[in-house]
């Protein structure tokens, strides 16, 4: 993420409004990713494995 920390934090944008998009997936196996791992990791680790994906997308505004 972009606060270079293991976990979510929420957004956090400027004056106005934002949309965000989140991409979900549905997999058939767990990964057993470490924790800290990239992002390439984590997309090479879900190869062969994502069943469904889907978006979830919002607007954040202030």
């Not at 924790?35 to 997309?43: D, F, I």
Request: charged share 20%; proline share 6%.
């Amino acid at each position: 993420n972009g606060f270079r920390r293991i976990g979510y934090i929420g957004p956090e944008p400027p004056f106005g409004t934002h949309t965000y998009r989140f991409m979900v997936y549905t997999l058939d196996t767990v990964l057993g990713l470490n924790p800290g791992a990239t992002r390439k990791q984590l997309e090479k680790a879900m190869e062969g494995h994502i069943l469904q994906t889907g978006l979830l997308e919002g607007k954040f505004g202030t």
